[in-house]
């Protein structure tokens, strides 16, 4: 069951109100086309992968050739980009924050805050996955509050910059090429920008063990002890924590694509257990309260799903806003974390067995709940913007 014939899976059974018609056809179609290599090609290997905590390196090849990175860096067509993130979560959630911080913070940086040389130099090989970026912002000590606490510093002599601090919790840190590291200006306290090679002395990286989440993301432990930056590796367009957060609202939405996603794996693989599971001689499809739960999901993924739909139009207008990010990832992720709930209770004591995909997809909601801003922090943004008063300082 954990690898369900593809016929399964061929569809958006989770698309009850069929947004997906809003996509042209050409644009149906390359997702159509994504769907058949998320299927053939990474859900296949996920379950070891997951069990072992290690890396699928062998995907990379087929999600290059999708021109995932380069659609999400450009922002040219977000509702597409959307569905594709949610496509992608609903076969693994770590392969989804892969990309994602790939693609939506990494190679987004540099192309909206970089210079010509920077994006000369850095983002052909990023687009083509051909050398892996990662995004390093969260401390030990500051996750909600890095952008006012910031330990990391760095300090400037001459052409180049010192950088020392530690960071964690940073996504596919054990093997990136390059890393973005935010750094707080020792000269003007603001926090600014570093292209940093994983390659310089006083760089090292220690992987973050026993995760009960995101298994396979390589989420690692940064600590930078005097290494020197060029100023050419600086983005000139980030100046404050200003312009990182330009960034962190692109990347909520793609966190709220994501939870959508995890919602229609939890209702595929629910469903599908609930017609072929028999209990006292029928499907228990057939019980009232199974119904009842199927249903829940279906209705917290089409809430979740319109939503985000209306939040890449406000993308493609121009017209979106910090705290309408910040709620579209608070709201779809706490319906996920009900339906990914229910979608476990359907499968009973399987439920907890990650020989069934269901509990892989109950223990990667978690991660996606707290990271991109926790539940608690985006709905006080959210709070912020309707009151005019900051709960927090």
Known sequence: MDAPSPEFFTGPTADFLSYQDLLTPEEQQLLTNART???????PIIAEHWNNATFPFEVIPALAALNLVDLCARGNNYLLHGFMTLELSRVDASISTFVGVHS??????????GTDDQRERYLADA???????????????HGSDVSRNMETTATRTGSSWTLNGVKRWIGSG???????????????????????SAALAGFTAEAIENKIALRIVQNATITLDNVVVAERDRLPGATSFRDTNRLLTNSRVWVGWQSVGLQFAAYDYALRYALERRQFGKPIASFQLVQEKLVRILENATTSLGLMVRIAQLQQAGTLRPEHAAMAKASCSARMRESVALGRSVL???????????????????????????????????????????AFQ
């Open 127 to 141: 687009l083509s996955l051909r050398k892996i970026g990662a995004f390093a912002l969260t401390e030990p000590n």
């Open 348 to 390: 009973g004591g399987n439920g907890i067995s990650t020989d069934y995909g269901m509990a892989r997809v109950f223990a990667d909601a978690e991660a996606l709940y707290t990271y991109e801003g926790s539940y608690e922090v985006n709905t006080l943004v959210v709070g912020r913007a309707i009151t005019g008063i900051s």
């Open 104 to 113: 939506g913070l990494f190679a987004a940086a540099i192309a909206q805050l």
């Open 37 to 43: 290599v998320f299927e053939r090609d990474v859900r």
């Open 174 to 196: 054990t093997f990136a090429a390059n890393l973005l590291i935010w750094a707080r200006d020792t000269a003007d306290n603001q926090i600014k920008g570093f292209i940093v």
